[in-house]
């Protein structure tokens, strides 16, 4: 086979590749490979062709634009070609384009360019007759596009009627119809709470929202427009440059990208192309590069066109954020809540500056939501600093023996079971105590202020604990030996001895306390207060049914399957086990505390300045003796205490005859005299 064999059979083949990508980009609007992708084949393409000019024929994607107008629609002929553009992905490769456009206007003086956002959306063209919008068109295949006037009328950016006196007879508008990263965020979101499928990327967004049969669809999408030139033009004569078309434009009431400028040359453009790629991730619109065209008509109209694209303009394209790659496997780790997170291995692939080897797939119905399976070809995009994403699947390249990657039902790091509560999306692990992977948000969460209180043992610490092995459960601290602590970082002998004296101390504590400090999901103060208040005893606790816990006042159905699963897990029952036995210890409720408690599902609201008491001792003894402590006054409220300078809490509990008391009334109370 010859070179030339060769060369004809990759033509085709390619030519076949392009074709169909054209035909899933714009009619489908399901790309299965990333832009940066597209455009290597396309660049390939154009190679062959300048190395073996017979090669090129009128079919040629390289001869045309985008793809055939979708049948569902009816067709408009374009007067002017809505061309496409051709593509610089370096400075080199811009100064080249220069070194062609002075070239042929044969000068040696810089010449002016006007660079504005390439706006990452569907391309479309607006007919104003006698300045009223009567027609808008797709770009279609570039002389022919679909016509989506009615969509088009719901885009409340896009006037139906141009302001002013100088208005053209006709006057075609080309320009991006695109969707803001806002609006886009919360069409997907209000996709994932209906359980409907969400849309790959903004432009995708965009495309299949003015592409609606019915237009009352596409009123509810936030679609945007900016106006990027003009086609047909009868009835006014154009002005010197393009930007000042531009400035016509906005006095005709037509929206202008706040980000186009001008620039003299290579260097200036170079830098604006570089301006521009700085800011893209605050613009609150996607794009995908910038655009230099010239900025004078007449030397444009001297530049004229090639067969798709005019001599005039280019595409500087940024450094893809999408690219296309394979997942190698898929794994599970566990975060610092317990959460199970599936992760897929990917092979590793350049995208927007870094190479991704992993991916999050959040949880198990994300992933099965996108389908995606060990073995499959993936569009993996990363915009500026966020976290690498798959797109989607290419299913059209899944092989036929990709594996569907099954869930584990216990913990990969310590056994323990994994628990799924009806309504979540999230797998947890329920070895709170035990799990080497929730270690250190275990310890600073059981040594907190409101938990066991043990001063000194702040973040840093923890995290050196837990990272020279000293501690591998809450258990662990108990063991821990003045040398231990003295051999940390930044840690003095006076300190040492200060958190271990600190540590001993938190040995005496209450049971809400101690039943906080566990860190059982969703059982927070008021929450263990209400459990040791019906319970009485951690036994108890521990030994309850799913529906004896469900009796338990501010207890639900969710919290109380926390409390069980937690609970029955052996590994969290030893590490208990081991506290007690370290000396951790609280006074029992007998049958005359019990009786003592007068205040059982009382609700107070403390309001004012108190002297004799801090607040937070205050609410510590109310909650003690079974009350509850709220921040707002409502008819639920039983009392309220106010302090000095009481405000609008105490007014509103006078308007609402609540009972009053005084500081000194409270303290008589909390020294056991019943008030009811």
């Known amino acids: 086979m010859t070179a030339l064999d060769q060369a004809q059979k990759r033509s085709l083949s390619l030519c076949e590749e392009i074709d169909q990508h054209n035909q899933n980009y714009y009619q489908l609007d399901a790309p299965q490979i990333s832009d940066f992708d597209y455009d290597a084949l396309v660049q390939e393409l154009i190679a062959l062709e300048k190395e073996y000019p017979s090669l090129i024929t009128a079919q040629s994607p390289t001869q045309r634009v985008g793809s055939a107008a979708l049948d569902l629609f009816s067709q408009v002929d374009h007067v002017v070609p809505m061309l496409s553009l051709d593509n610089a992905f370096s400075d080199d490769e811009f100064a080249a384009f220069d070194v062609r456009v002075s070239d042929a206007l044969e000068t040696k003086q810089a010449v002016e360019y006007l660079i504005e956002p390439k706006l990452d959306g569907l391309a479309i063209s607006l007919r104003y007759e006698q300045g009223l919008l009567v027609q808008a068109a797709t770009r279609g295949d570039g002389k022919r596009g679909e016509n989506v006037t009615e969509n088009v009328k719901t885009i409340g950016a896009i006037p139906l009627r141009l302001k002013g006196d100088d208005i053209p007879e006709i006057v075609e508008i080309r320009g991006e119809v695109f969707m803001p990263l806002a609006g886009f965020k919360a069409l997907n979101e209000k996709a994932r709470k209906a359980d409907e499928k969400e849309f790959a990327n903004p432009r995708n967004a965009a495309a299949g929202s003015l592409r609606q049969l019915d237009s009352k669809i596409t009123t509810t999408r936030p679609l945007a427009f900016y106006c990027y030139g003009a086609g047909q033009i009868e009835g006014m004569p154009l002005p010197e440059t393009l930007s000042d078309l531009f400035a016509i434009f906005q006095r005709w009431g037509l929206p202008i990208c706040d980000q186009i400028t001008t620039a003299m040359g290579v260097e200036e453009s170079c830098a604006a192309f570089q301006a521009i790629l700085d800011k893209r991730d605050q613009l609150p619109y996607e794009i995908d590069g910038v655009v230099h065209k010239v900025n004078n008509f007449s030397l444009q109209d001297q530049l004229g066109f090639v067969s798709r694209a005019p001599r005039w303009a280019i595409a500087r394209k940024f450094p893809a954020q999408e690219k296309t790659t394979t997942v190698l496997g898929i794994d599970v780790q566990v975060g610092r809540t317990g959460a199970i997170t599936p992760v897929a291995r990917l092979s590793p692939v350049l995208v927007g500056g870094v190479t991704v080897t992993n991916v999050t797939l959040h949880n198990e119905t994300e992933m099965r939501r996108k389908d995606v399976r060990i073995g499959d070809t993936v569009i993996v995009r990363r915009a500026g600093d966020v976290i690498p994403e798959i797109v989607s699947v290419a299913l059209s390249s899944r092989p036929d023996d990709a594996v569907i990657f099954d869930m584990p039902t216990t913990c990969p790091v310590c056994d323990s079971h994994l ?115 019906h319970f009485r005893n951690l036994p108890a606790i521990q030994q309850a049914s799913l529906d004896e816990l469900k009796t338990v006042q501010d207890v639900g159905p969710i919290v109380a399957q926390h409390v069980m699963s937690f609970f029955e897990e052996a590994h969290n029952q030893d590490v208990i086990q081991r506290l007690i036995m370290a000396g951790v210890e609280w006074p029992e409720l007998n049958s005359a505390s019990q009786q003592h408690t007068t205040l059982a599902g009382k609700i107070f609201v403390l309001t004012g300045s108190l002297s004799t008491m801090k607040r937070e001792d205050a609410k510590k003894q109310l909650k003690s003796l079974g009350a509850k402590v709220s921040g707002s006054v409502s008819r639920k409220t039983d009392f309220v205490v106010a302090g000095e300078a009481a405000g609008s809490k105490l007014q509103k509990a006078q308007q609402l005859g609540i009972n009053i008391l005084s500081e000194q009334e409270m303290i008589v109370l909390l020294k056991g005299i019943n008030l009811e």
Request: glycine share 8%.
């Open 419 to 533: 628990e799924k509560i009806e309504g979540e999306a999230v797998l947890r692990c329920t070895g709170g105590l035990y799990c080497p992977a929730q270690l250190k948000e275990s310890i600073k969460h059981f040594s907190s202020r409101k938990a066991m209180d043990i001063d000194g043992l702040g973040d840093k610490i923890v995290e050196q604990l837990v990272g020279k092995s000293l501690i591998k459960t809450a258990a662990d601290l108990y063991d821990l030996s003045t040398d231990d602590l003295a051999g940390l970082d930044r840690m003095a002998e006076k300190s040492a001895n200060n958190l271990k004296a600190s540590i001993e101390k938190s040995l005496v504590t209450t049971l809400p306390r101690f039943i906080y400090a566990l860190g059982i999901r969703e059982v927070g103060e008021v929450t263990a207060e209400s459990l040791v208040n």
